[in-house]
């Protein structure tokens, strides 16, 4: 006799499994524990078998009966249901860890393990967020271009052009990824060139004459902190980039043979670099010492000495000088050294290039570089320290040559 709703709530738990027929192999276990479950019955290959449909009351009266019919349709097609059930489960967990979620932090546990700078995984980890609510569950094979665009539309609409071109980038470096380990066969991002709004060029403001050059290097000499104070008089002594700068550890410098030594993680083309210490940035770090010297950055944050700066602390300080966002930036310093360097006609445009860790596009020209101008660069980083001195009192530069071990 059929089961019905009030009897399969009326039944109660016996000492032994209570087993309630509903006919056609379907029946509701009820165990000792009282869990209700649904079971189907049935014979494949000449042996008795069982099915287990679910518990009830979650898989209700109706659904199980329908789960019934769908493995007798699977017998009548000489397939196993138990089976087919075990590689559905299979399947399934399969696609939970190729979602779009666990193939992008298998690609940053990756990038870690190669050595990337911290900063560089932070991006990479703060792009693809924009994109998690929308694609981090699905299974990366299933999921379109019209789905990217769509995750990455409400970026681009809020004007951030240039994020919402790097979020696709950073979401077709998942998908080449996932290709490559056999988890998908194709990158949807690919037919997104071209979809989304291009960003406009952005230059960031720089000081490049002189005089005005002069004024602001004036303007940082007086400023109230001083850690803040020695980070924007090395950044225009040195021109690095400020995040090379604002990661700076004292175990990278050697002031004996004046060389700051910047391992390849801390710099976007990830090749070492050589920085030149002219005598004036080596008594400003001579300076700093006694205040950061005995921890690991030069420039610590005030709320823990185990990370450095935020990348906002210089430029804050520039606005605090009267210099806006539209007059001069922290990057500024490598185009004002880059400019008044090219202008001055004293210096070879590669070892210009070489300092401001430029990597020659030219592959031929690339392999005849390795020297790096390293004796030229030393004597440039000493004229240019005069050049500043003089800029900031109006003074003549006084061009002083020495070695260097390179």
């Not at 006799?1 to 009897?7: E, G, T, V």
């Not at 670099?273 to 205040?291: I, S």
Request: proline content about 5%; overall charge positive; some cysteine.
């Amino acid at each position: 006799m059929p089961l019905s709703d009030a009897a399969i709530r009326a039944a109660k738990p016996r000492s032994k499994v209570l087993k309630l027929s509903d006919g056609g192999g379907l029946q509701l276990w009820v165990l000792p524990s009282g869990v209700k479950s649904w079971n189907f019955a049935y014979r494949f290959a000449g042996k008795q078998k069982k099915l287990t449909i679910g518990q009830y009351p979650a898989i209700g009266l109706k659904e199980a009966r329908s789960a019934r019919e769908d493995a007798k349709r699977l017998l009548a097609l000489s397939q196993d249901p138990g089976q087919q059930k075990r590689l559905d489960k299979a399947n399934k967990a399969a696609a939970e860890a190729n979602t779009f979620r666990a193939i992008a932090a298998e690609l940053l546990d990756k990038k870690r393990r190669e050595g990337l700078a911290k900063v560089t995984l932070e991006k990479f980890e703060w792009l693809l967020a924009h994109v998690a609510p929308t694609l981090g569950k699905r299974p990366i094979g299933e999921i379109s271009a019209a789905e990217v665009l769509a995750a990455i539309r409400p970026v681009e609409m809020a004007g951030k052009h240039e994020t919402a071109v790097r979020i696709r980038g950073r979401v077709g470096e998942v998908f080449r990824y996932a290709i490559a380990t056999g988890r998908c066969e194709n990158d949807p991002t690919i037919a997104l060139r071209g979809a989304l709004v291009r960003p406009k060029p952005v230059h960031r403001a720089a000081i490049l004459a002189p005089a005005p050059f002069g004024a602001l290097l004036r303007a940082i000499d007086g400023y109230s902190t001083v850690s803040t104070r020695i980070a924007l008089q090395l950044l225009a002594l040195t021109f690095v980039r400020p995040g090379e700068l604002r990661h700076a550890e004292w175990s990278e410098f050697d002031l004996q043979r004046r060389v700051w030594e910047i391992p390849a993680g801390k710099m976007k083309m990830r090749r070492p670099h050589r920085v030149p210490l002219a005598q004036q940035a080596v008594a400003l770090l001579e300076e700093l010492r006694p205040l950061t010297g005995h921890g690991r950055y030069l420039f610590p944050s005030e709320r823990s000495r185990e990370r450095p700066i935020s990348e906002n602390t210089l430029n804050a300080a520039l606005r605090r000088l009267d210099f806006s966002k539209d007059e001069m930036t922290s990057h500024g310093f490598r185009a004002a050294a880059s400019t008044m360097l090219n202008e001055s006609g004293k210096w070879n445009s590669d070892a210009i290039e070489a300092q401001l860790a430029h990597v020659e596009k030219n592959a031929v020209r690339r392999a005849y570089a390795r020297g790096e101008h390293w004796d030229e660069r030393v004597k440039m980083m000493e004229w240019w320290a005069g050049k500043l001195d003089a800029l900031r009192s109006g003074g003549e530069v006084i061009f002083l040559t020495r070695t260097v071990e390179g």
